[in-house]
C-alpha cells in the first residue's frame, strides 16, 4: 500500500468514526426535538435539513464502501502476484 493509499484509508476511517458519532448525536436529536407531536412548527423547520443530513452520510457511505471494496480487491490482487512472485 503506497503512502497515499494510507493516507486516504486513514482519512475514510476519520470520516466514518465522525458518521458514526453523528448518528449517535441526532438520534438523540430526533428523539428531543422530532417525537413530540404538539410541536409541528418546529419538526417542519428542522425535518427537511436532517434529512438533506442523513441523505449525505448515505452518500459517503456509499463512497467509502466503494473505496473500502476497491482496496481490498487490489491488496488482494497485489497479495497473489507477489505470491506468485515469491514461490
Given at each position: 500500500?503506497?503512502?497515499?493509499?494510507?493516507?486516504?484509508?486513514?482519512?475514510?476511517a476519520?470520516?466514518?468514526?465522525?458518521?458514526?458519532?453523528?448518528?449517535?448525536?441526532?438520534?438523540?436529536?430526533?428523539?428531543?426535538?422530532?417525537?413530540?407531536?404538539?410541536?409541528?412548527?418546529?419538526?417542519d423547520?428542522?425535518?427537511?435539513?436532517?434529512?438533506?443530513?442523513?441523505?449525505?452520510?448515505?452518500?459517503?457511505?456509499?463512497?467509502?464502501?466503494?473505496?473500502?471494496?476497491?482496496?481490498?480487491?487490489?491488496?488482494?490482487?497485489?497479495?497473489?502476484?507477489?505470491?506468485?512472485?515469491?514461490?
Amino acid at each position: 500500500m503506497a503512502v497515499n493509499d494510507v493516507q486516504t484509508f486513514g482519512a475514510m476511517a476519520d470520516g466514518i468514526e465522525m458518521i458514526t458519532q453523528l448518528i449517535t448525536r441526532y438520534a438523540l436529536f430526533e428523539t428531543v426535538y422530532l417525537k413530540h407531536d404538539e410541536d409541528t412548527e418546529v419538526r417542519d423547520i428542522i425535518k427537511p435539513p436532517l434529512v438533506k443530513l442523513y441523505a449525505a452520510v448515505l452518500r459517503y457511505l456509499s463512497k467509502a464502501k466503494q473505496y473500502y471494496d476497491r482496496s481490498a480487491s487490489g491488496m488482494l490482487r497485489r497479495t497473489r502476484y507477489y505470491g506468485i512472485l515469491l514461490s
